[in-house]
């Protein structure tokens, strides 16, 4: 007579605690990991997107707001800059908005500067140079003109002043957030499943 003998129910048992306990500790680990190198990769991109002015501060503006648990398994990464969140869906900026000028650079040396501060600004031009005036076209716009030259003509219009202005789309938070998980999850959950079931024995 041929007897076997056989675990498979403290196997099923076995099975059944690394589903209840080690995966969804897996699961918050790997989610945090996630958040927080969705966190560098977003900072990253602000330094590369925007011109960078005070860097200590923009250093701190994406955090991991929260952390993943076991029993919540959601992490979540925040922009706190409001400068820079008005910039994720482009929204319009107007006349006593926290930024207060709506001065819109339209030169070209203006524009690749970005930031109005300086000699970069209506004021600075206009005080820099004896060429620079204020003045009001044919059409209504008002802006910062400058001659090219000692002759009345050419000109170049340096900066507009708009009624509104709309932002530009730069942040890219949640585009840049939700590549790097598309990119990055499978290999970190792998790494959270085997420390977990590591730590499991």
């Given at each position: 007579?041929l007897?076997?003998e ?17 995966v969804?500790?897996?699961t918050?680990?790997?989610l945090n990991?996630?958040a ?5 990769e ?6 590369a ?6 860097p ?5 503006s ?8 076991k029993?919540?398994l959601?992490?979540i ?10 910039h994720e869906?482009?929204?319009?900026r107007?006349?006593g908005?926290?930024?207060g000028?709506?001065?819109q ?9 970005g930031?109005l ?5 209506p004021?600075?031009?206009l005080?820099?140079s ?9 059409s209504?716009?008002?802006?910062v ?7 009345r003509?050419?000109i170049?219009l ?13 942040l ?6 939700e590549?790097f998980?598309?990119r ?15 730590s499991?024995?």
């Open positions: 007579m007897e076997i056989t675990n498979i129910p403290d196997v099923v048992l076995e099975f059944d605690r690394l589903r209840t306990q080690q969804p500790f897996a918050a680990l790997a990991d996630l927080a190198g969705a966190r560098d977003q900072t990253r991109g602000i330094f997107r925007f011109t960078v002015r005070r200590a501060r923009l250093s701190k994406v955090v991991v707001s929260r952390y993943a648990k029993t919540e959601r992490s990464v925040t922009v706190r800059d409001t400068f820079l969140v008005q869906d482009g929204e319009v107007r006349p908005d926290v930024f000028s709506i001065a650079p339209q030169r070209g040396r203006e524009k690749r500067i930031v501060r300086g000699k970069n600004s004021r600075g031009v005080e820099s004896r060429r620079a005036f204020i003045a009001r076209t044919a209504g716009k008002v802006g003109f400058e001659r090219r030259g000692v002759k003509y050419p170049d340096v900066f507009s002043f708009e009624r509104q202005s709309r932002l530009p789309r730069l890219k938070a949640g585009a840049t957030v590549g998980a598309v990055a999850w499978n290999d970190l959950f792998g790494r959270a499943l085997a420390k977990a079931m590591a499991s024995r």
